[in-house]
């Protein structure tokens, strides 16, 4: 078998008459005068009917820039968290098509110039990147077509002498400048567990990988060598090889992921790196290396519960006040936590780093979400349990101000009677201010400064807490 630059994947000719592009800017300009949905439609109905047409290289490539003149416009909605439009995804696809099939005219003409070429083969490889990027940030599996030209586009780029041509293109979230770094921001992106990460994280981890991707190095596979580290198959339609997997594939497509250089890199002084930055970046490198997170025997099993969503609602349940409860059933449980199935309507409510409350028997477990993942048959969580007896809390920060809700997580230690953590929402109390809590279930209060926080999540924090 060859890698070939034929095998891309892009749509046929449908329409063999060269397509005119004379009022092109014209339509694109009014289309930003419709609302943001329907000028999207508007653009990409556009797009989508330019990738099927005959076009001359220069015209196409005309074309295609403008195109990523209205990604970028469009894409100013979701640089903070809200999360992409299911056509905002299709856009990335179609510009992806479009620069694939630029691309195989380049090859199939003249001999191209290494720039031009490399520019060509990056801009494929980023809109690639961004539909990997915007199906995690949706918690959805990439298509394995996305894996199958990623691997591609790098053969191309190697075999071309490509890969580190450097590119100048300003898009958000910071993509690496060369062909070689934005391919491996894409393997570091695919092995840091990204449906664990939480709303918002996934763009701001993709930047962050930005200057430091292009320090890893794929090197050629030898089953000799010891070395552990992920592997890559670019024959393969994955990202790369599970750790339980065997290396069966040809030799000559097999490439080590050598990350040495990359975690010195992350150590050093980076002033232009935000504090955000820096801890998604620490909380992500144990993946790379093949760390997993899961620690106990799966225990397959499928039955009814009802979950409690939120730090309010959990209060309110604790006291027997009914709230809203969502039904989802258990497919796996075991002693650290388990796999939920949910509506996807869900989605909304269930982020990574929820705090729920577990129906499934007379004692409620209290538990966070630890990732989730959106498919056809809805929203799968991974639950991680927290031990302990909860209880609802009332603060106040004086005796007789406004009361704000809490939960109370009591777990016995032998012999040092009990260990409490305190759950808030985040930002409601900050770290050294002395707090008034009263127990649901008494009249008394005791007045407690609030020590530094044992756990934050993107919607709650855990305090740990002396009571006597």
Known sequence: MTLDALRLEVPDILDTDVASLADLNTQLAQARTLSPEMALQHVLALLFKLNRSAMTLLERQRALQSFSDQYCHFGKAYQGDTPPSALFVHLCNELAVGFKRLLLQILQGRQPSRPHLAWCLYMAQHFLAQSLLRHYQLYQEP??????????????????????????????????ITLRGLYQQMLLLALSNPFHLASGECALLF??????????????????????????DLSEPQPYLSFAQQPQG???????FELGALLVALHEPAPLQSSAERHVLERVQQHWLGRQQRRHSRADQSSACELVIGLVNIHAQLLEQ?????PAVTLDASAGGARLLCSAE?????????????????????????????????????????KGLPRSVWLRRAPSAQTHPGV?????????????GLWLPNGQFVEGENIWLQLASAHNQAILPLPNANLVTASVTRFPMQLA
């Open 143 to 176: 298509p394995a077509s996305l894996w199958r030209d990623s691997h591609l586009l790098y053969w191309v780029g190697e075999h071309q002498d490509c890969l580190d041509e450097p590119v100048a293109a300003a898009f958000y979230p910071q993509p690496a």
């Open 207 to 232: 930047g962050a990988l930005s200057p430091l991707a292009g320090l890893a190095r794929l090197l050629p596979w030898d089953e000799d060598e010891e070395i552990e580290g992920p592997i890559v």
């Open 250 to 256: 040809n030799s000559d497509y097999l490439r080590r």
């Open 322 to 326: 009914r709230p809203l409860r969502s």
């Open 346 to 386: 869900q989605a909304s409510q269930l982020t990574v780093g929820q705090l729920v409350l577990l129906t499934h028997s007379d004692t409620p477990t209290l538990a966070l979400v630890r990732w989730r993942h959106l498919n056809n048959e809805g929203l799968h969580l991974g639950l991680r349990y927290l």
């Open 408 to 420: 109370l997580q009591s777990t016995p230690e032998p012999g040092n009677g009990w260990h409490h």
